[in-house]
């Protein structure tokens, strides 16, 4: 951009000012006008201004020397929810993927794969690894001897509990990380690039706001000084321009910058209401959020709920092995390995529930048939013990699925007990004249 500076003109108050207008001096239809300390430089709409003009306003705002237009509120609360949902987006979406997979070594390769658009390799589970060695262990030791019949059984469930958890990692990976991994990388991406977008819009209105202040400075400046005369033996005479001829060039550039400010202004709202279509569909987004934690919970419930299977179905099979191997003792009974447990009463083994205290046994009543061991049982036929009672409130209602069992209300209080042999996720209740069997997770066992 061209400039030319001008001789002092300042015949009044002993003020000098150098005036240069390229326009006029040079054809040029951008200009830059200078006043002492200060310049001016204003581009038309036929020659924008340089692109750099957005950083300068971008560095006066943070110098404090530059006004900034401010975004409703309601537009405001859109940025901050949205950057909300990002921030913790990437937080749940990297604690799942550590839950998924806690190996760091293992998450790092498959995101490598991810990047390279590979299918990950199939990778045993710990599962299925400590099956392995289990299986091999009973073929060593002898899969006809009492610990390798266990082991055996065992490294079979624990293959089934491996396979359950590959299932679920494929399950929760298409179903929960998938969607908030295509929201970071899609939409996300999408939002950032309109938003610093409208940033540069905003920056040019502003700095188009500072110029057309500036402008109307400089024309009240000519207006005042319309009589002032220069001194024509000072430098070259064509180098000057009348106080009259700049202020009414003053007048034009004034116009000039409210045309191109109302341009900006017009891309800025145009650029804002884009911006606020989209901040606006982060709701959709966490209502698809919503659907995906949903059906995340439901592997989740289900992978769990195969393992407490799996964990039952075996803890059947050893229990009813474990007379083979310890005679004379009950099943569930933690102190069979024990000599002195021969003497003492045998004892079931509190319910899986870690929460729930141990609860006594009744010894072997005299009249009750051996088909209790064999989880038939007939509640007229037992008689509660002398001791080893418990006191009990039901946590949720249950309805009795046969006749053998106590239907439960929330909140009653009841007595409850246990037999020999008698499932541990089960005991004997009491309420008045009504007696059966109630389900442990549905009570809290009090002291």
């Given at each position: 951009?061209?400039?030319?500076?001008?001789?002092?003109?300042?015949?009044?108050?002993?003020?000098?000012?150098?005036?240069?207008?390229c326009?006029?001096?040079?054809?040029?239809?951008s200009?830059?006008?200078?006043s002492?300390?200060?310049?001016?430089?204003?581009?038309?709409?036929?020659n924008?201004?340089?692109?750099?003009?957005g950083?300068?306003?971008?560095?006066?705002?943070?110098?404090?020397?530059?006004?900034k237009t401010?975004?409703?509120?309601?537009?405001?609360?859109l940025?901050?929810?949205?950057?909300?949902t990002?921030?913790w987006?990437?937080?749940?979406?990297?604690?799942?993927?550590?839950l998924?997979?806690?190996?760091?070594s293992?998450?790092?390769?498959?995101?490598l794969?991810?990047?390279l658009?590979r299918?990950?390799p199939?990778r045993?589970?710990?599962?299925?690894?400590?099956?392995?060695?289990?299986?091999?262990a009973a073929s060593?030791?002898g899969?006809?001897?009492?610990?390798?019949?266990?082991?055996?059984?065992?490294?079979?469930?624990?293959?089934?509990?491996?396979?359950?958890?590959?299932e679920?990692?494929?399950s929760?990976s298409?179903?929960f990380?998938?969607?908030l991994?295509?929201?970071?990388?899609?939409?996300?991406?999408?939002?950032?690039?309109?938003?610093r977008?409208?940033q540069?819009?905003?920056?040019d209105l502003?700095?188009?706001?500072?110029r057309?202040?500036?402008?109307?400075?400089?024309?009240?400046?000519?207006?005042?000084?319309?009589?002032?005369?220069?001194?024509?033996?000072?430098?070259?005479?064509?180098?000057?321009?009348?106080?009259?001829s700049?202020?009414a060039?003053?007048?034009?550039?004034?116009?000039?910058?409210?045309?191109?400010?109302r341009?900006?202004?017009?891309?800025?709202d145009?650029?804002?209401?884009?911006?606020r279509l989209?901040l606006?569909?982060?709701?959709?987004?966490?209502?698809n959020?919503l659907r995906?934690?949903?059906?995340?919970?439901?592997?989740q419930t289900?992978?769990?709920?195969?393992?407490y299977?799996?964990?039952?179905?075996?803890?059947?099979?050893?229990?009813?092995?474990?007379?083979?191997?310890?005679?004379?003792?009950f099943?569930g009974?933690a102190?069979?390995?024990s000599p002195?447990?021969a003497?003492?009463?045998?004892?079931?083994?509190?319910a899986t529930?870690?929460?729930?205290?141990?609860?006594?046994?009744?010894?072997?009543i005299?009249g009750?048939?051996?088909?209790?061991a064999?989880?038939?049982?007939?509640?007229?036929?037992?008689?509660p013990?002398?001791?080893?009672?418990r006191r009990?409130?039901?946590?949720y209602?249950?309805?009795?699925?046969?006749?053998?069992e106590?239907?439960?209300?929330?909140d009653?209080m009841i007595?409850?007990y246990?037999?020999?042999?008698?499932?541990?996720?089960?005991?004997?209740?009491e309420?008045g004249?009504?007696k059966?069997?109630v389900?442990v997770?549905?009570?809290?066992?009090?002291s």
């Amino acid at each position: 951009m061209p400039c030319l500076h001008l001789g002092t003109s300042g015949s009044r108050g002993g003020e000098g000012h150098l005036w240069v207008l390229c326009e006029l001096l040079t054809g040029e239809s951008s200009f830059a006008l200078t006043s002492g300390s200060e310049c001016w430089s204003w581009p038309s709409p036929n020659n924008p201004a340089p692109a750099g003009r957005g950083g300068n306003q971008f560095t006066e705002e943070k110098l404090g020397q530059a006004e900034k237009t401010e975004l409703d509120a309601h537009f405001e609360n859109l940025l901050a929810r949205a950057d909300c949902t990002k921030n913790w987006t990437e937080k749940i979406l990297r604690q799942t993927e550590v839950l998924l997979q806690p190996n760091p070594s293992a998450r790092v390769e498959e995101f490598l794969y991810e990047k390279l658009d590979r299918k990950v390799p199939s990778r045993v589970t710990n599962g299925e690894l400590l099956a392995q060695y289990m299986t091999e262990a009973a073929s060593d030791f002898g899969p006809g001897t009492p610990y390798g019949k266990t082991l055996i059984k065992v490294g079979e469930t624990q293959r089934r509990l491996g396979a359950a958890e590959r299932e679920f990692i494929r399950s929760a990976s298409i179903s929960f990380l998938t969607p908030l991994r295509n929201f970071l990388e899609g939409d996300w991406r999408t939002i950032s690039k309109e938003r610093r977008i409208l940033q540069n819009r905003r920056l040019d209105l502003d700095a188009c706001k500072a110029r057309l202040k500036k402008a109307k400075a400089a024309e009240a400046k000519a207006a005042c000084e319309g009589d002032a005369v220069p001194d024509f033996q000072e430098t070259r005479p064509r180098n000057y321009v009348l106080s009259a001829s700049a202020s009414a060039l003053w007048s034009d550039e004034v116009e000039k910058a409210e045309h191109e400010l109302r341009l900006t202004q017009t891309e800025f709202d145009r650029q804002a209401e884009v911006t606020r279509l989209l901040l606006e569909g982060i709701s959709s987004t966490h209502v698809n959020h919503l659907r995906c934690l949903h059906e995340f919970v439901e592997s989740q419930t289900n992978y769990y709920a195969q393992c407490y299977q799996f964990m039952l179905d075996l803890q059947k099979q050893l229990g009813s092995s474990k007379g083979e191997i310890f005679s004379g003792t009950f099943v569930g009974n933690a102190e069979s390995a024990s000599p002195a447990a021969a003497t003492s009463p045998p004892t079931v083994a509190a319910a899986t529930l870690p929460a729930v205290p141990t609860i006594p046994v009744v010894p072997t009543i005299v009249g009750v048939p051996n088909t209790v061991a064999e989880g038939v049982l007939n509640p007229n036929e037992v008689k509660p013990p002398a001791s080893g009672t418990r006191r009990a409130r039901v946590l949720y209602d249950y309805e009795a699925a046969d006749s053998t069992e106590l239907a439960l209300l929330a909140d009653e209080m009841i007595t409850v007990y246990s037999l020999p042999g008698m499932d541990p996720d089960w005991l004997i209740g009491e309420r008045g004249n009504q007696k059966g069997k109630v389900p442990v997770t549905y009570l809290e066992l009090l002291s």
